[in-house]
């Protein structure tokens, strides 16, 4: 009940329709009279409650459960609201009702992973929004001091007072634009937008762009500001604003840092954090939904067990007694039969539910209980009744067409109809011919008949019941139903349809079920399906937040958002449009704009800022949304992709397995039916087999196609051997398995961008006949000597080059010996550079400046390089035809291509003017030349490796992508083809009515303009395929949605104008869209790329012979910290009696530390304390109060000076506070007795005011822990860096060339801020489209037509741009950048930051730093030897999982101490570095074993560093200290080991010796007490006739 009052009570406030002015429409006001009896049924709800539970003080009780807390806000609030009197505002207030949907969630189980993950994220959620808020005040205080009233120039137009915008002006320019004031800046900058003189003077009176609301006025509007440009929304405006005030030139280094480290990296650990606790919870959910059903079965067996036991021992009791009947007797051991029967058949029933393939499935007429026994009747009817003929027939028929069903001519008849249907579906587009109108017409028909023909065969050829058993039948069904249904609905309502036969094309996905290839896409989507629970429940979540915040916003800003100028479209008047309006800010695009719209409802005039209190709910909304519940889908995605690549590898193993048990079988029975001459014969065909699969090893002997066909998928190797050495060969000769195994491998790691053309094929015979005497035969090359850029030389190919140049021919072995000169590779690489650097200084504009002519003589010399280098290549390897030769690689043939069209272009320029384009397009291509580094540098190649590899996985998902994607765009294209046609008049809805001219009346203009009407097309339509899925692909990158949204909701019918809101549930559509590819397939591809990077890395320890358990990645981190770890030095002064060592005392005290932290702190306010346009009073006391911080901080830095002496300088942070200082120091002299009339801007000296916050992340272990890891992130970046901005490059030059000489306006996207007209320019062009900062914008600015630039020389009937170069350059550089290459950043992230959601009871590189800190405290002179108690002590005092901790009993840190066994010196001391490596080995279990194995695995680790870390094993030294030799541990020496296993043993013989002591005290006294009760009792026995006797 109470459920459906909540959501009765949804529905009563989204039936509110909100009207400017606190106006109420009838239905409204009778809405709010139903407000009293949700707040009675709540209120009773809640009361009931507290009876029942008691209020809050015992546990258990209503006050401590969070709903209950919610439950009673609301309820309170609903009280106080109605109480309350008329003329107290409490709308905000009654906004809390909109919590009430969420108890909706409680009462939800399915939603237990997805709200728990999230809910147990909060903890390491938390610390990285300190470190985002930390950035942000960071970045804010910076934009305060260099930005502060920056925006609040404009140009004023001359004669004017007032500083409305209408007397701004602003002439060729889109928007108003901030100018250079002089006045306000004494400074010359250049290039800054100046006002156009005589007309306009500038002026600082403007209130600034967005009403105010983008500014560096304050700190609250500076941290609003960079929140908004860290969420890459509207940030390149706020740029060219700066641009436009300052000057162009230092703004880049504020907001491209601010981009990459808040956008790429901070917000992406969000991402990290919930990715972690997600795959965590849904683990721990399984294991307790498995655990309970577990139980639960073994309770219902219990139960049945006893029930049985029950009902046995009565009918025994029943048998036994005399009164039963024999009949009685003969009944129930009849039923015991039954029973046992039944029981073994349940047994051995087999299970249907795991078919994949329910089409083959042929009991359609097994049924069960009486209709079974009705349908026997039948059957010996039709067999015996007078039709017996007929049905005979009829059966055999059905079973003809069973068979016809199931074969493959008919699915692959199927496939092909589907596919015909898909392609004239497809070929509809707006202003088709009639014929083609009418042909469309007629086959949709025909293919309707035609699907309806093969269900009604399948139905009856199968059955019913087996026909719906199969997924794709009930789909196939569906999709025919609902095609009937449209088909219908079109002809009674004409031009009407929904697309939906468009769907038919879903059944092309059955093509996979006939390759085995697609088992990974099959694992993938048999995994999305299992968690099919938790995307479900993560939507229904979504709907709630989307829905609470819907009504939330209708209850602040319903009725504000009608301004003069009109009501923006995204409001929140109505429902619908309010829920439209919170899911576009959850897609991030334009959320800037509505929040600009909402702060201004509510007031943002000069002395009433309140408005910008309401941006708190757009931040909420952001943060909690986009970039919480949105990255939870990408979590699921890579859980999902991790789930289906271990059901893959398990499936392969299966498989492997399977083959192999086969192949045993085989040979057994071969063994068991084959005489002595078989036998002898099947052995010669294996030892044949086993050298051809020696061969896949070697890979220099020429073609043989019975290897090619028995290792088809090795065909592409490089001929070195990836064994360790050439004799590796010849164990793998007669091992068949384990051949293919390092075949396999070898294919896995290599690239096809690798190949050196070398077949594996085996054959002895030389390629040339003439050569074949004097040629030596062929020796395989070892792994080493095939090295790429500065390694040893490799052996000549044993064959003839082009059949002239022979091994041993002169010619060829001066070419060899050049080719492998030491420098020859690294004197290309610098001509590359050399050259990449002119192809970036070209003047894309004026072709023939001077400047390009001297480059292009430049151009003719690296020319002429990479061709003689090409040309000793060629003569060294061969052109095509052998093994090794310089066209089977890859790589040559793209320096071939690049060489070949480079001479071409020479060669052509002055004889075919005709064709410039051509030749034009043919030099474009030099820009590849930068891709010839990537084979040359080990490091940036195993990164592009991961970008292929990255590609070749998506490629199974890009299939289906493209797939639902052209779904998508035909069902688009039927829905809207024709409808995007507006008019420049909005009055006229026709072409026939647009004609002729009207007034226009700009805005902030009093006299209106006379304009020509014009028909035109909005830039983004679906009049055709091509141009739907253009549209389609810019929704999926999130940008420009908004408008396209709009324009599809707003839609009439063909060729007519738009109606506002005339097709509201258009934006079905879109929805449906964006959780199908945003949301779902983006996600999946940014997945692929993290899982693939982090398989890389697992590749890479694979490579080094490592089982993945031995050393993991956190293995290799924490060994490597310790390679590259060395102690810190504490300097402490000798003489404790000298004030240097009373003033160390004070520096390095903890009140001290404390202090300069409250100093950094309450320095910080008064940074932020600075606003546009302070007194002149308040100026001088922050002036005053930033002297006296500089003296502070100065006098912190003098006192740590003396104290510290020359080791002040070997502390990094004291380094930083000492630059701080200085440069405060000049900061506060250039303000007291600068000018600023110098060229230079002093104003950076401000920075350093900034720079002292840096100092407050020192403190917290959180947060340095996070900044440790940040820059971990950092350096394993380089080459990821130069990889993207390899990309960026190639890019900026195609641009330059391409688009460089449009001309420059100001009212497109191409424009003074953004262009192509320099090499820098470029790069910023491109970097704002990878931010996806409306790159549609400059997309469509660069299609063909515009006018060309002045300069270039080309006249008016001549236009710049290209439309097929523009789609293709800006959709394919959108696909690398934003969906592989930008996610690269995110997979290095997770990789690094993996720490926050796991274990921490694990050692991780992370914990290491305690170590060094605790190390400096005993060994301040940073010596790296302590004394071995000492290092027990500190190993006790630390907390694990680096420590032992103060609570480890103290044999077990003992017996830690002796698997440990550090070599001890001769002064009792240990050294850092072994000991820390000693410490993660026994921590990690790395190579650890039993005693005797200990010498061996020893060995076995210094092999792996040597492998893994070669540079650092030179040093012989520091291998020792890692892994301490033998010699060092033997019995001369003393180890840590030896000490401790003494120390335990003369403890164990302490003990055994005092328990043998009281042993023996024990047995002492038990011995005296029985010898005295002895006595007594001999005493008293004794008479005096015994006595006698005895005497």
């Given at each position: 009940?109470?459920?459906l009052?909540?959501?009765?009570n949804?529905i009563?406030?989204a039936l509110e329709?909100?009207?400017?002015?606190?106006?109420k429409?009838?239905l409204a006001v009778?809405?709010?009279?139903?407000?009293?009896y949700?707040?009675?049924?709540?209120?009773?709800e809640?009361?009931?409650?507290i009876?029942?539970?008691g209020?809050?003080?015992?546990?258990?009780?209503?006050?401590?459960?969070?709903?209950?807390?919610?439950?009673?806000?609301?309820?309170?609030?609903?009280?106080?609201t109605?109480a309350?009197?008329?003329?107290?505002?409490?709308?905000?207030?009654?906004?809390?009702?909109?919590?009430?949907?969420?108890?909706?969630?409680?009462?939800?189980p399915?939603?237990?992973v997805?709200?728990k993950?999230i809910?147990?994220?909060?903890?390491?959620l938390?610390?990285?929004?300190?470190l985002?808020?930390?950035?942000?005040i960071?970045?804010?205080?910076?934009?305060l001091?260099?930005?502060?009233?920056?925006?609040?120039?404009?140009?004023?137009?001359?004669?004017?007072?007032g500083?409305d915008?209408?007397?701004?002006?602003?002439?060729?320019e889109?928007?108003?634009?901030p100018c250079?004031?002089k006045?306000?800046?004494?400074?010359?900058?250049?290039d800054?937008?100046?006002c156009?003189?005589?007309?306009?003077?500038?002026?600082?009176?403007?209130?600034?762009?967005?009403?105010?609301?983008?500014?560096?006025?304050?700190?609250?509007?500076?941290?609003?500001?960079?929140?908004?440009?860290?969420?890459?929304e509207?940030?390149?405006?706020?740029?060219?604003?700066t641009?436009?005030?300052?000057?162009?030139?230092?703004n880049w280094?504020?907001?491209y840092?601010?981009?990459?480290?808040?956008?790429?990296?901070m917000?992406?650990?969000?991402l990290?954090?919930?990715?972690?606790?997600?795959?965590?919870?849904?683990?721990r959910?399984?294991?307790?939904?498995s655990?309970?059903?577990?139980?639960?079965?073994?309770?219902?067996?219990?139960e049945l067990?006893?029930?049985?036991?029950?009902?046995c021992k009565?009918e025994?009791?029943i048998?036994?007694?005399?009164?039963?009947?024999d009949?009685?007797?003969l009944r129930?051991?009849?039923a015991?039969?039954?029973a046992?029967?039944?029981?073994?058949?349940?047994?051995?029933?087999?299970?249907?539910e795991?078919?994949?393939?329910n089409d083959?499935?042929?009991?359609?007429?097994?049924n069960?209980?009486?209709?079974?026994?009705?349908?026997?009747?039948?059957?010996?009817?039709?067999?015996?009744?007078?039709?017996?003929?007929?049905?005979?027939?009829?059966?055999?028929?059905?079973?003809?067409?069973?068979?016809?069903?199931?074969?493959?001519?008919?699915y692959w008849t199927?496939?092909?109809?589907?596919?015909?249907?898909?392609v004239?579906?497809?070929?509809?587009?707006?202003g088709?011919?009639e014929?083609?109108?009418?042909?469309?017409?007629y086959?949709?028909?025909?293919?309707?008949?035609?699907?309806?023909f093969?269900?009604?065969i399948k139905?009856?050829?199968?059955?019913i019941?087996?026909?719906?058993?199969?997924?794709?039948?009930?789909?196939?069904?569906?999709v025919?139903?609902?095609?009937?249904?449209?088909?219908?609905?079109?002809?009674?309502?004409?031009?009407?349809?929904?697309?939906?036969?468009?769907l038919?094309?879903?059944r092309?996905l059955?093509?996979?079920?006939?390759?085995r290839?697609?088992s990974?896409?099959?694992?993938?989507v048999?995994?999305?399906?299992?968690?099919?629970?938790?995307?479900?429940?993560?939507?229904?979540?979504l709907?709630?937040?989307?829905?609470?915040?819907?009504?939330?916003?209708?209850?602040l800003?319903?009725?504000?958002?009608?301004?003069?100028d009109?009501?923006?479209?995204?409001h929140?008047d109505?429902?619908?449009?309010?829920?439209?309006t919170v899911f576009?800010?959850l897609?991030?695009?334009?959320?800037n704009?509505?929040?600009?719209?909402?702060?201004?409802?509510h007031?943002?005039?000069?002395?009433?800022?309140?408005?910008?209190?309401y941006?708190?709910?757009?931040?909420i909304?952001?943060?909690?949304?986009?970039y919480?519940l949105?990255?939870?889908?990408?979590a699921?995605?890579?859980?999902?992709?991790?789930n289906a690549?271990?059901?893959?590898?398990?499936?392969?193993?299966?498989e492997?397995?399977?083959?192999?048990?086969?192949e045993?079988?085989?040979k057994?029975?071969?063994?068991q039916?084959?005489d002595?001459s078989?036998?002898?014969?099947?052995?010669?065909?294996?030892?044949?087999?086993?050298?051809a699969v020696?061969?896949?090893t070697v890979?220099?002997?020429?073609?043989?196609?019975?290897?090619?066909?028995?290792?088809?998928?090795?065909?592409?190797?490089?001929?070195?051997?990836?064994?360790k050495?050439?004799?590796?060969?010849?164990?793998?000769?007669?091992?068949k398995?384990t051949?293919?195994?390092?075949a396999?491998?070898?294919?896995?790691?290599?690239?096809?961008?690798?190949?050196?053309?070398?077949?594996?094929?085996n054959?002895?015979k030389?390629?040339?006949?003439n050569?074949s005497?004097?040629d030596p035969?062929?020796?395989?090359?070892?792994?080493?000597?095939?090295?790429?850029?500065f390694?040893?030389?490799?052996?000549?190919?044993?064959?003839?080059?082009?059949f002239?140049?022979?091994?041993?021919?002169?010619?060829?072995?001066f070419?060899?010996?050049?080719v492998?000169?030491?420098?020859?590779?690294?004197f290309?690489?610098?001509?590359?550079?050399?050259s990449?650097?002119?192809?970036?200084?070209?003047?894309?504009?004026?072709e023939?400046?001077?400047r390009?002519?001297?480059?292009?003589?430049?151009?003719?010399?690296?020319?002429?390089?990479?061709?003689?280098?090409m040309?000793?290549?060629?003569?060294?390897?061969?052109?095509f035809?052998h093994?090794?030769?310089?066209?089977r690689?890859?790589w040559?043939?793209?320096?071939?291509?690049?060489?070949?069209?480079a001479?071409?272009?020479?060669?052509?320029?002055?004889?075919a003017?005709?064709?410039l384009?051509?030749?034009?397009?043919?030099?474009?291509?030099?820009?590849?030349?930068?891709?010839?580094?990537i084979?040359r540098?080990?490091?940036l190649?195993?990164?592009?490796d991961?970008?292929?590899?990255?590609?070749?996985?998506?490629?199974?998902?890009?299939?289906?992508?493209?797939?639902?994607?052209?779904?998508?765009?035909v069902i688009?294209?039927?829905?809207?083809?024709?409808?995007?046609?507006?008019?420049t008049?909005?009055?006229?809805?026709?072409?026939?009515?647009c004609r002729?001219?009207?007034?226009?009346?700009?805005?902030?203009e009093?006299?209106?303009?006379?304009?020509?009407?014009?028909?035109?097309?909005?830039?983004?339509?679906?009049?055709?395929?091509?141009?739907?899925?253009?549209?389609?692909?810019?929704?999926?990158?999130?940008?420009?949605?908004p408008?396209?949204?709009?324009?599809s909701?707003?839609?009439?019918?063909?060729?007519?104008?738009?109606?506002?809101?005339?097709?509201?549930?258009?934006?079905?559509?879109?929805?449906?869209?964006?959780?199908?590819?945003?949301?779902?397939?983006?996600?999946?591809f940014?997945?692929l790329?993290?899982?693939?990077?982090?398989?890389?890395g697992?590749?890479?320890l694979?490579?080094?012979?490592?089982?993945?358990?031995?050393?993991s990645a956190i293995?290799?981190?924490?060994?490597?910290?310790?390679i590259?770890?060395?102690?810190?030095?504490?300097?402490?002064p000798?003489?404790k009696?000298?004030?240097?060592?009373?003033?160390?005392?004070?520096?390095v005290?903890?009140?001290?530390?404390?202090?300069v932290?409250?100093?950094?702190?309450?320095?910080?306010?008064?940074?932020?304390?600075k606003?546009?346009?302070?007194?002149?009073?308040?100026?001088?006391?922050?002036?005053?109060?930033n002297?006296?911080?500089t003296?502070?901080?100065?006098i912190?830095?003098?006192?740590?000076?003396?104290?510290?002496?020359k080791?002040?300088?070997?502390?990094?942070?004291?380094?930083?506070?000492?630059?701080?200082?200085?440069?405060?120091?000049?900061?506060?002299?250039?303000?007291?007795?600068?000018?600023?009339n110098?060229?230079?801007?002093?104003?950076?000296?401000?920075l350093?005011?900034?720079?002292?916050?840096?100092?407050?992340?020192?403190?917290?272990y959180t947060?340095?822990l996070?900044?440790w890891?940040?820059?971990?992130?950092?350096?394993?970046?380089?080459?990821?860096?130069?990889?993207?901005?390899?990309?960026?490059?190639?890019?900026?030059i195609?641009?330059?060339?391409?688009?460089?000489?449009?001309?420059?306006?100001?009212?497109?996207?191409?424009?003074?801020?953004?262009?192509f007209?320099n090499?820098l320019?470029?790069?910023?062009?491109l970097?704002?489209?990878a931010?996806?900062?409306?790159?549609?914008a400059?997309?469509?600015?660069?299609l063909?037509?515009r006018?060309?630039?002045?300069?270039?020389?080309?006249n008016?009937?001549?236009?710049c741009?290209?439309?097929?170069?523009?789609?293709?350059?800006?959709?394919?550089?959108?696909f690398?950048s934003s969906?592989?290459m930008?996610?690269?950043?995110?997979?290095v992230?997770?990789?690094?930051f993996?720490?926050?959601?796991?274990?921490?009871?694990?050692?991780?590189?992370?914990?290491l730093d305690?170590y060094?800190r605790e190390?400096?405290?005993?060994?301040?002179?940073?010596t790296?030897?302590?004394?071995?108690q000492?290092?027990?002590e500190m190993?006790?005092?630390?907390?694990?999982?680096?420590?032992?901790?103060?609570?480890?009993?103290?044999k077990?840190?003992?017996?830690?101490l002796?698997?440990?066994?550090?070599?001890?010196?001769?002064?009792n001391?240990?050294?850092?570095?072994t000991?820390?490596?000693?410490?993660?080995?026994?921590?990690l279990?790395?190579?650890?074993?039993?005693v005797e194995e200990?010498?061996?695995?020893?060995d076995?680790?210094?092999?792996?560093i040597?492998?893994m870390?070669?540079?650092?094993?030179?040093k012989k030294?520091?291998?020792?200290?890692?892994?301490?030799?033998?010699s060092?541990?033997?019995?001369?020496h003393m180890?840590v080991?030896?000490?401790?296993?003494?120390?335990?043993i003369?403890?164990?013989?302490?003990?055994?010796?005092?328990?043998?002591?009281?042993?023996?005290?024990?047995k002492?006294v038990?011995?005296?007490?029985?010898?005295s009760?002895?006595?007594?009792?001999?005493?008293?026995?004794?008479?005096?006739?015994?006595?006698?006797t005895?005497?």
């Open positions: 009940m109470v459920l009052t909540i959501i009765a949804c009563v406030l329709e909100h009207l400017p002015n606190d106006d429409t009838p009778q809405l709010e009279e139903t407000e009293i949700f707040v009675v049924i709540f209120l009773v809640a009361l009931l409650k009876v029942a539970l209020f809050v003080l015992h546990k258990g009780a209503y006050l401590r459960n969070i709903w209950n807390i919610m439950d009673f806000v609301v309820v309170v609030t609903g009280i106080i109605m309350a009197s008329s003329q107290l505002d409490l709308r905000t207030l009654r906004a809390v009702r909109v919590l009430r949907p969420l108890k909706l969630v409680s009462g939800i399915s939603l237990q997805v709200l993950s809910i147990r994220a909060m903890t390491p938390l610390q990285v929004c300190l985002v808020f930390f950035a942000i960071i970045f804010a205080i910076v934009g001091e260099f930005y502060s009233g920056a925006f609040k120039s404009a140009c004023f137009k001359l004669g004017t007072v500083n915008e209408e007397n701004i002006y602003i002439g060729d889109a928007n108003i634009r250079w004031d006045t306000q800046n004494a400074a010359g900058y250049f800054a937008f100046k156009q003189e005589n007309v306009s003077e500038c002026r600082a009176r403007w209130v600034g762009p967005n009403y105010g609301i983008t500014s560096f006025d304050n700190i609250a509007y500076a941290m609003l500001t960079v929140f908004q440009c860290i969420t890459m509207g940030w390149t405006e706020v740029l060219y604003y641009n436009d005030a300052i000057g162009p030139y230092i280094l504020y907001f840092p601010l981009i990459i480290l808040g956008s790429f990296f917000l992406n650990l969000v990290g954090v919930l990715s972690g606790e997600f795959a965590k919870e849904r683990l959910v399984e294991n307790r939904r655990y309970i059903k577990l139980r639960r079965q073994q309770q219902i067996d219990m067990s006893g029930y049985l036991e029950w009902i009565a025994e009791v048998l036994n007694e005399e009164r039963t009947t009949e009685d007797k129930i051991m009849e015991r039969k039954r046992a029967t039944k029981m073994k058949k349940m047994g051995k029933e087999p299970s249907d795991n078919n994949e393939d083959d499935d042929l009991l359609s007429d097994i069960i209980g009486s209709y079974s026994l009705g349908r026997s009747k039948i059957q010996s009817r039709k067999r015996t009744g007078r039709c017996a003929a007929f049905w005979k027939a009829e059966k055999h028929f059905r079973y003809s067409l069973r068979r016809l069903v199931k074969s493959q001519p008919f199927v496939i092909v109809l589907v596919f015909l249907n898909t004239c579906t497809a070929s509809e587009h707006y088709q011919a014929w083609h109108e009418q042909f469309l017409y086959t949709e028909f025909v293919f309707l008949g035609l699907f309806i093969e269900m009604l139905m009856y050829g199968l059955g019941r087996t026909y719906f058993q199969s997924s794709f039948n009930i789909f196939d069904c569906g025919i139903i609902v095609s009937i249904i449209e088909v219908i609905w079109s002809y009674y309502k004409d031009g009407a349809s929904f697309g939906i036969s468009t038919r094309a879903l092309l059955r093509v996979f079920k006939v390759t290839y697609w990974s896409l099959r694992n993938l048999v995994s999305l399906l299992s968690s099919m629970r938790s995307i479900v429940s993560l939507l229904f979540l709907f709630l937040f989307i829905l609470i915040f819907a009504l939330l916003g209708m209850q800003f319903g009725g504000e958002m009608n301004f003069d009109g009501r923006p479209d995204a929140f109505t429902f619908p449009i309010a829920l439209l576009q800010i897609t991030g695009a334009d959320w704009e509505v929040m600009y719209a909402g702060i201004r409802a007031g943002i005039e000069e002395g009433d800022k309140t408005g910008m209190f941006s708190i709910y757009f931040i909304l952001v943060v909690f949304g986009n919480t949105l990255n939870v889908f990408l699921i995605a890579v859980d999902n992709l991790t690549q271990e059901m893959t590898a398990a499936e392969e193993e299966e492997v397995g399977r083959k192999e048990h086969l045993e079988v085989r057994d029975v071969q063994n039916f084959t002595q078989q036998r002898n014969k099947l052995e010669k065909e294996v030892l044949e087999e086993g050298a020696q061969a896949v890979n220099i002997c020429p073609p043989s196609p019975a290897n090619n066909e028995e290792n088809p998928k090795v065909s592409n190797f490089n001929y070195i051997s990836f064994s050495d050439s004799n590796h060969q010849n164990d793998l000769k007669n091992n398995n051949a293919n195994a390092v396999k491998k070898s294919n896995i790691s290599q690239n096809e961008f690798d190949n050196d053309g070398l077949d594996t094929e054959n002895n030389p390629a040339d006949s050569n005497e004097e035969p062929p020796q395989p090359p070892k792994k080493e000597e095939e090295e790429g850029a390694g040893g030389p490799r052996p000549m190919l044993p064959y003839s080059s082009m002239i140049f022979g091994p041993k021919n002169p010619i060829r072995r070419c060899h010996f050049v492998n000169l030491r420098y020859f590779d690294l290309i690489m610098i001509v590359i550079c050399a990449s650097f002119a192809l970036a200084t070209e003047e894309p504009v004026n023939k400046a001077l390009n002519q001297i480059l292009n003589y430049f151009d003719y010399v690296f020319t002429i390089v990479f061709t003689i280098e040309i000793l290549k060629v003569i060294d390897l061969g052109v035809l093994p090794g030769s310089y066209c690689n890859l040559n043939i793209l320096d071939a291509t690049v060489v070949i069209c001479l071409v272009a020479f060669f052509f320029q002055d004889t003017s005709k064709n384009n051509t030749i034009k397009s043919m030099r474009v291509l030099r820009v590849l030349r930068p891709l010839k580094t084979n540098v080990p490091k190649k195993a990164v592009f991961c970008v292929v590899n990255s590609l070749k996985n998506v490629a199974n998902i890009l299939i289906v992508y493209m797939l639902f994607q052209l779904i998508f765009a688009a294209v039927q829905l809207f083809k024709g409808k995007f046609f507006y008019c008049d909005e009055s006229k809805s026709t072409e026939e009515e002729g001219q009207f007034f226009y009346y700009e805005e902030f009093d006299t209106p303009t006379v304009q020509n009407r014009e028909w035109l097309r909005h830039d983004f339509h679906y009049d055709n395929l091509f141009e739907a899925m253009l549209t389609l692909f810019t929704v999926t990158t999130g940008e420009g949605w408008n396209i949204l709009h324009n909701m707003d839609s009439t019918y063909e060729d007519q104008g738009p109606k506002p809101g005339n097709r509201m549930e258009m934006a079905i559509f879109y929805v449906v869209f964006f959780i199908v590819f945003p949301f779902f397939f983006v996600n999946i940014v997945a790329i993290i899982i693939t990077f982090q398989d890389q697992e590749a890479e694979e490579d080094a012979q490592l089982d993945k358990n031995q050393l293995d290799k981190q924490c060994i490597d910290f310790a590259n770890a060395r102690p810190t030095s504490r300097y402490m000798k003489n009696k000298t004030i240097k060592y009373k003033i160390w005392k004070l520096v005290s903890t009140k001290f530390e404390y202090f932290m409250t100093l950094i702190a309450l320095n910080t306010i008064v940074l932020m304390m606003y546009d346009g302070m007194s002149n009073e308040y100026k001088t006391i922050l002036k005053y109060l002297m006296g911080f003296i502070m901080f100065s912190e830095c003098t006192l740590k000076l003396i104290g510290f002496g080791n002040y300088f070997h502390d990094p942070w004291n380094v930083f506070d000492f630059i701080t200082v200085v440069g405060s120091i000049i900061d506060v002299l250039v303000n007291e007795f600068g000018t600023y110098s060229m230079f801007n002093v104003g950076v000296f401000r350093f005011r900034a720079a002292r916050l840096i100092k407050l992340l020192r403190q917290g947060i340095r996070l900044l890891t940040f820059l971990q992130s950092f350096k394993a970046l380089p080459y990821v860096c130069l990889l993207i901005l390899m990309l960026f490059f190639i890019f900026a195609i641009g330059m060339q391409v688009f460089g000489n449009i001309k420059l306006d100001s009212q497109t996207d191409i424009n003074r801020h953004n262009n007209r090499f320019y470029a790069l910023m062009l970097f704002r489209c931010t996806g900062e409306n790159w549609q400059i997309m469509m600015a660069c063909s037509g006018p060309c630039d002045p300069e270039s020389g080309l008016p009937p001549k236009t741009g290209s439309s097929a170069i523009a789609y293709v350059y800006f959709v394919s550089f959108m690398l969906f592989l930008l996610n690269l950043f995110v997979a992230i997770m990789d690094n993996d720490y926050l959601t796991r274990d921490s009871s694990i050692l991780g590189p992370h914990h305690e060094v190390w400096a405290e005993i060994d301040p002179g940073a790296g030897r302590i004394n071995y000492d290092m027990y190993l006790k005092n630390m907390e694990p999982p680096v420590g032992f901790g103060k609570n480890c009993p103290t077990f840190a003992y017996r830690k002796i698997r440990m066994n550090m070599p001890v010196a001769n002064d001391t240990v050294h850092f570095t000991t820390l490596f000693a410490l993660i080995r026994e921590s279990s790395i190579k650890m074993g039993p200990m010498d061996k695995l020893d076995e680790l210094r092999e792996l040597r492998k870390w070669p540079v650092q094993a030179r030294k520091l291998l020792n200290l890692l892994v301490p030799h033998n060092e541990l033997n019995d001369n180890t080991g030896k000490i401790y296993v003494g120390l335990i003369a403890e164990n013989w302490r003990a055994y010796k005092a328990s043998q002591s009281k042993m023996n005290n024990l002492m038990e011995d005296k007490e029985e010898v009760n002895h006595g007594d009792t001999q005493s008293a026995d004794l008479d005096p006739k015994t006595a006698t005895s005497v």
